[in-house]
């Protein structure tokens, strides 16, 4: 089955830089109209412009007034659920505005824009929301006690909406990468920590944004239209890995 996206409407929210870029030039190369949404809009509007059908819009999406002046005014068939933020360091010095945060934005961000989605979506027979979720939500590491605790939400919330909104012919799924090389990261892992990390993946490697592509094509396709409550890792084996 060709993983095509011809005549779908995607949403990529985050899709500034990183893997929402990504996510956006991907579903554009397959064939959907593509929205790119994210909180600086001149971004968007200059990385719209590189694609052949694509629009910008700036998106807050711990802004429920935001999500549906964008959601509630357009239509989608396909939401790659991307926007987050990460925090770092010991949990005794997180203060609980600061584990507040992240959670405002990767879960209950994920939240509100699944939600808008999903009542336009069961009004024009459904749709396929995608949840970037983390290795984080389903295995921890030190120091990033609020953005494992986010994603392990999105994980169950993914479960839990596909679960109800099936019958609308909405499927809800959760892709989870693992350590992903982007501009943000790369310097890290040039250090000796970093290249301790890599050493304890089985691969032995870092992924690349395009590892990421048959996952992300299948979830949105109709190849995936038997699927909804899945949780996808793609991380070169780091959860299989010995303890």
């Known amino acids: 089955m060709e993983l095509r996206l011809d005549g779908k409407r995607a949403l990529v929210t985050g899709a500034s830089s990183g893997l929402g870029l990504h996510f956006a030039g991907l579903l554009s190369s397959a064939g959907a109209e593509v929205t790119l949404a994210a909180r600086r809009l001149d971004i968007v509007e200059a990385e719209a412009a590189k694609l052949p059908l694509a629009h910008a819009f700036a998106l807050d999406v711990t802004d429920a007034t935001s999500v549906e002046n964008l959601i509630g005014a357009n239509t989608f068939d396909i939401v790659v659920n991307n926007a987050g933020i990460a925090e770092s360091g010991p949990a005794l010095e997180t203060t609980t505005a600061d584990f507040q945060t992240v959670l405002d934005t990767n879960l ?3 939240f509100t824009v699944a939600r808008s989605a999903a009542q336009a979506m069961s009004e024009t027979g459904g749709g396929s929301i995608i949840n970037i979720a983390s290795i984080l939500g389903i295995r921890v590491s030190g120091g990033v006690a609020a953005y494992a605790a986010s994603k ?88 299989v890995s010995g303890l």
């Open 108 to 110: 209950t961000g994920v």
């Open 152 to 239: 392990a939400g999105v994980i169950q919330l993914t479960k839990s909406l596909a679960l109800e909104w099936a019958r609308h012919g909405i499927r809800v799924n959760a892709l989870c990468p693992g350590y992903i090389e982007t501009p943000i990261n790369a310097e890290f892992f040039t250090t000796q920590a970093g290249q301790s990390l890599i050493k304890r993946i089985p691969q032995r490697r870092l992924g690349k944004p395009d590892d990421l592509d048959g996952a992300m094509l299948l979830l949105a396709s109709d190849a995936s239209r038997y699927m909804t409550g899945s949780v996808i890792a793609v991380d070169g084996g780091h959860l």
